[in-house]
T-cell receptor, first 113, second 112 residues
Framework: DGGITQSPKYLFRKEGQNVTLSCEQN?????MYWYRQDPGQGLRLIYY???????QKGDIAEGYSVSREKKESFPLTVTSAQKNPTAFYLC????????????FGPGTRLTVL | QKEVEQNSGPLSVPEGAIASLNCTYS??????FFWYRQYSGKSPELIMS????GDKEDGRFTAQLNKASQYVSLLIRDSQPSDSATYLC????????????FGSGTQLTVLP
């Protein structure tokens, strides 16, 4: 089955720790995205990548880092510099078609202890 | 001013009624518009996309786009309790490569 997987589903972080969220897709999509969703809020773009070995900051990139070494994978690291990381993190991907339909993975819920 | 605005709701409709969800956007020239459904605790699921003025129908869902007035709407006919969810409007602004701007969502409850 084609799709997007994210792991872990739940993640707990202590103050001062870096944590890495995994995102993998087998849809052969070139573009991948990371969003953050806070309760009652829409989605805010953290980082996006249109091609391997290239990525751009979104609206709220501070305190986050990414890599894109493989087409299928786009991991997100939440660093200790992110002061309020508790949120629902969503990974998405899209093809290079102009209509840019984005499809989402199941998400990772991160809680800071 | 928010770039994509939606009434947060909650919007309640009785089972079998038509639910009408609205979205306005600020960037004139936006070309692509999407509706996502998000159940509580789950990720968004794409249910409709629309690119041209007018109506687009898919089963019980109809998306309506009016670029001159900068609004896009979603109608759900014969609403079912399983339609109860938050509906997110997303817009691809002009000049963006592939990024979307999302509204904060409208919470819909369909009452049995």
């Amino acid at each position: 089955d084609g799709g997007i997987t994210q792991s872990p589903k739940y993640l707990f972080r202590k103050e001062g720790q870096n944590v890495t969220l995994s995102c993998e897709q087998n849809l052969n999509h070139d573009a991948m995205y990371w969003y953050r969703q806070d309760p009652g809020q829409g989605l805010r773009l953290i980082y996006y990548s249109q091609i391997v070995n290239d990525f751009q900051k979104g609206d709220i990139a501070e305190g986050y880092s990414v890599s894109r070494e493989k087409k299928e994978s786009f991991p997100l690291t939440v660093t200790s510099a992110q002061k309020n990381p508790t949120a629902f993190y969503l990974c998405a991907s899209s093809s290079t078609r102009p209509d840019n339909e984005q499809f989402f993975g199941p998400g990772t819920r991160l809680t800071v202890l | 001013q928010k770039e994509v605005e939606q009434n947060s709701g909650p919007l309640s409709v009785p089972e079998g009624a038509i639910a009408s969800l609205n979205c306005t956007y600020s960037d004139r020239g936006s070309q692509s518009f999407f509706w996502y459904r998000q159940y509580s605790g789950k990720s968004p699921e794409l249910i409709m996309s629309i690119y041209s003025n007018g109506d687009k129908e898919d089963g019980r869902f109809t998306a309506q786009l009016n670029k001159a007035s900068q609004y896009v709407s979603l109608l759900i006919r014969d609403s079912q309790p399983s339609d109860s969810a938050t509906y997110l409007c997303a817009v691809k602004p002009p000049g963006s490569a592939r990024q979307l701007t999302f509204g904060s969502g409208t919470q819909l409850t369909v009452l049995p």
